[in-house]
């Protein structure tokens, strides 16, 4: 794996900071005067809308800050809206993280917006686009910077420096809603899960993050992928029998992976909707084709016109349609789905997926995270993960916080997946809200027929969602 080079102006700074960060550190004071005044059109469903908004950018949110690239963060400040001023003294704010793979996010490369940041201004939000370092960050000594818990750490950080500076960024900060998609959604959900734990204090300390609460009012995630310590588990009791293109995985080992699960799940003693009773290994393909798949694939084909609904079913003839209702087995929907990775699908062998090399230290760039694979690879069947990886898997981990009951736990959640999302199982966001219904935070949840990995079929529906749950 190779390391991501900086440029010669950041190892300057980055050996700056190093030798130096004892004796000066940033400010944390927000420039009110420093923007720049941009124009933009953002399509919606009511027509096209002209936005002006100022843009305050690459903010450093750290005081003591190891790559200021990473460590900074872009202000979105709506200015009017189609020629009408806009007050954003109360507005909600948008905490847009563009994480993806848990890889870094250059904030000194970012200049606009998203699209969700677009839709976000046109309806007078504050948008904030936080950069954040990641497991491939690597300075020139071939020192990797960036990997768990860097991530969450910056990203509490840059929530500490919005409320730091309550009096001088715009916006509501007790109306602040994180957004994520994929790890992003992973991160989004942990903030959500834990806030202002104990465990993170030492590394605020380290990089001057700002005395100051890193809650957030409610939480968006898109395919979180998330719980990864027994993700391996899930996805085999999804895909086990579901061939790659290369053909079928170790059927010896995806039964052993399914029966932790089973176990796994069984522990959590998650409470199905409507009296559905504890959910298991054995009963959740009757959950999650009851109370998600069959609605979402209902309004899908509501939605099309007669002609059009007839040609996909033609196209889907494991699918039946009978007086307006579907049905199908659940085998042939994971058939329809497909299998993406291979075994294990997160902790993989060789360490080339974006988990282990997440699990990697300053002078490692991977490490496996799971007994399991650890012990494949060891061959030695009482092999145990080392303690500060467990620790750090904690940390990575919203479930961990939620089962805990440890810190402020957001109290509205927004969580979507894709139908056709194969990169992890469709229990791990499922789990992930079931758990928050049982906890009776207010949660809305859906899952999009036959969209992706990151499926986003009703960007609008979540903005005007952020305008009711802040909304006296």
Known sequence: ?????????????FLFINTSCSQQKRPLNFDTYNFLEEAITVKTSSGEKQVIYKAYLHIPYVSNPVDTDYQSLNVYVPVSVNGSPINPSNAPILFDIAVGGFMSVNNAKVKEPSYRGDLALAAGYVVIAPGCRGWDNCSPDRKYYGKAPAAIVDLKSAIRYIRHNKRKIPGNNEHIISVGCSAGGALSALLGASANNPLFAPYLEEIG?????????????????????YADMAYEWMFGSTPTESGLVNQRLSEQLQKGFSEYQ???SLQGRNSFGTLTAENYRDYLTTYYLIPSLTKFLNEREEAQREKYLQRNTWITWE?????????DYVKH??????LPAFDDFGKGQPEPLLFGNETTDARHFTDFSLRQISQNRDAEVEEDVKQLVNMMNAFYFLKNGEGKIAKHWWLRNGARDNHTSQTVMINLVTMLEN??????????????????HDPEGFIEWIKNITTD
Request: overall charge negative; hydrophobic content about 45%.
């Open 1 to 13: 794996m190779k390391c991501k080079i900086i440029l010669p102006s950041v190892i300057f700074a």
């Open 209 to 229: 993050a700002a005395d100051a609460s890193d809650h957030v009012f409610a939480v968006a995630c898109y395919s979180p992928i998330t719980d990864l310590e």
């Open 266 to 268: 069984l522990s959590l």
């Open 323 to 331: 007086n307006g209702s579907p049905s199908f087995e659940f085998d």
């Open 337 to 342: 789905v497909g299998r993406l990775k291979g």
């Open 439 to 456: 906890m009776k935070k207010s949660v809305n949840s859906w899952i999009f027929w036959d969209g992706d990995h990151c499926a986003d």
